[in-house]
């Protein structure tokens, strides 16, 4: 069974990462979501990676705030495709995550969204495209979703604007 993963450092993150929860229930993508530390439970990190591979896990997505090294340590894990969230906590307001996400060695990627709930929604679209590549129904959906997304611009512009002729 094909499924995604969504780490998080801490409860604290549920909040911003439920975001990417609700995108994938909409697409009807089965996730697993726990919380583990790169830091407080690193043999816990270490062995779920492993054995979400081993049980189809095809992409993780880690949020984590401060030194943010949850992604990093789930890349060194597995070549499967990993997409970090920094989040919006510690004295700089997510820019220590988003760094700490972004700054990988040669050879590790993590793919880096942007701090907070915007991130969250983009990992789960960057997820469910990376799955579209060998699943013609699915990106079928996405499309589905882009043009939804633009007629709603075009219906909320319609209720606010003022043209000169």
Sequence with gaps: MRFISILMGSK?????MREAVKILEKFQIPYELIITSAHRTPDR???YVKEAEERGCKVFICGAGMAAHLAGVVASLTTRPVIGVPMPTG?????????????MPGG??????AVGKAGAKNAAYLALQILANNDDELKAKLEEDRVAGAKKVEMDSKEVEVRID
Excluded: F, R
């Design 12 to 16: 604290s993150d549920y909040e911003i």
């Design 45 to 47: 990190t270490h062995s």
């Design 91 to 103: 004295m700089m307001d997510g820019l220590d995550a988003l760094l700490s996400t972004v700054q």
């Design 108 to 113: 590790m990627p993590v793919a880096t969204l």
